[in-house]
């Protein structure tokens, strides 16, 4: 668990700014949370965020891992989870 960097447009994340967000300690960076937030908060409705990481932009050159085994296994555990929790609201 950790903080997240949300950016709006992807590739626009310079060495700079991923040097310093990881020295300020965040762990993912993603381009939707910030607007799903945003929605609930207008609408007054519950949200969550959960994330799998599917590529490293720290690793020199960036690395995607898009379409590997354990990013495929890491979204099926967060669609198994999700259902779980919904089935229990």
Do not use: C
């Amino acid at each position: 668990m950790g903080a997240s960097w949300t950016i709006d447009a992807p590739y626009r994340e310079t060495r700079e700014e991923i040097q310093q967000h990881q020295g300020d300690g965040v762990m993912t960076v993603e381009m939707e949370a910030s607007a799903l937030f945003a929605v609930g908060t207008y609408r007054k409705a519950e949200i969550a965020a959960a994330f799998t990481v599917s590529d490293y932009v720290a690793a020199d050159p960036w690395q995607p891992h898009f379409d590997t085994d354990a990013t495929s296994r890491g979204l099926q555990t967060l669609l198994d989870n999700a259902i779980t929790v919904l089935n229990e609201a």
